[in-house]
């Protein structure tokens, strides 16, 4: 922007979502942060005795998610995940599951660790700075499963509102341009969309030109979607969507998302 280069440092968005029509709307304040850190990482030895490896620089993308209404979470959930490099994927999802991914055999992911009501669960990966201790996992490894309904959702809001094709088809125009489309296939799949400008948004004193868009999505599978967004071109994550995401479960009856997510702050700084 300005022939300067920004990276996003920070930023706090609202999200909502029903998993199904029958759930209640469930609301979640959720917060992300990277910066570089040092941390001390841990392994085992042969007899299975936790060892200290040493400490190294990391990127550290950290999430808090704050319930305003949740299904069991009752207190901020803090999730630090650390990469040898940075990992733009890890700042976008509700919470990063990197440390789950591909990432984790590439040895990309140098660990995580979550804090919930004072229980804290640690896992260090050795080998992701070059040395050959086994990982470390320690502390409560129950957090997952008491927070699993929460974290799930969180996932299928971010299905229906965001991870869908019309990101890609738009990511190669001009959207600063009103415009439309509809593109369809001989398997009865249908896309529509339209994009037009809705002025500008300003962040960390740097202005950005905004769209606002919507798009449908039919296909033979049982697969329906529809929503609307606001973006600025120039920002990796939406700034406003709001969507629905309709599918057949195991038992042939049709089930529908409902997601919402909206930028409430966003802090950049001057890319090294």
């Not at 609301?27 to 942060?33: A, L, N, P």
């Not at 207190?75 to 490099?85: A, H, N, R």
């Not at 976008?92 to 919930?116: H, L, R, T």
């Amino acid at each position: 922007m300005n022939g300067e280069k920004y990276i996003i440092t920070h930023y706090v968005v609202i999200y909502k979502v029903r998993p199904n029509e029958t759930s209640p709307l469930y609301e979640y304040r959720i917060e992300k942060t990277e910066r570089k850190t040092n941390i001390t990482v841990y392994g085992m030895d042969f007899s299975g005795s936790k060892v200290e490896v040493g400490t190294f620089e990391v990127y550290e993308y950290e999430t808090v998610i704050t319930p305003v209404k949740a299904f069991a979470m009752e207190e901020p959930l803090t999730i630090k995940v650390w990469y040898t490099t940075r990992a733009s994927d890890a700042f976008i999802y509700p919470w990063d599951m990197g440390w789950a991914s591909a990432n984790y055999g590439q040895n990309k992911v140098v660990g995580f660790e979550m804090d919930y009501k004072g229980k804290q669960l640690l896992y260090t990966n050795p080998m992701a700075v070059g040395k050959s201790a086994v990982p470390y996992m320690g502390g409560d490894q129950n957090i997952m499963d008491e927070l699993n309904t929460d974290l799930m959702n969180l996932y299928y809001g971010w299905f229906a509102v965001l991870h869908v094709g019309i990101w890609a088809d738009w990511s190669d125009r001009n959207l600063l341009v009103p415009q439309s489309g509809t593109w369809s296939d001989f398997f009865g799949h249908v896309w529509s969309w339209e994009t037009k400008p809705d002025g500008t948004v300003e962040f960390s004193g740097v202005k950005f030109r905004v769209v606002e868009g919507t798009w449908s999505y039919a296909g033979p599978e049982g697969v329906s979607m529809t929503g609307k967004a606001k973006v600025a071109p120039k920002i990796f994550i939406p700034l406003e969507v709001d969507g629905h995401f309709t599918f057949v479960d195991n038992n042939g009856n049709p089930q529908t998302i409902y997601g919402y997510f909206k930028v409430e702050q966003l802090d950049l700084a001057k890319a090294p």
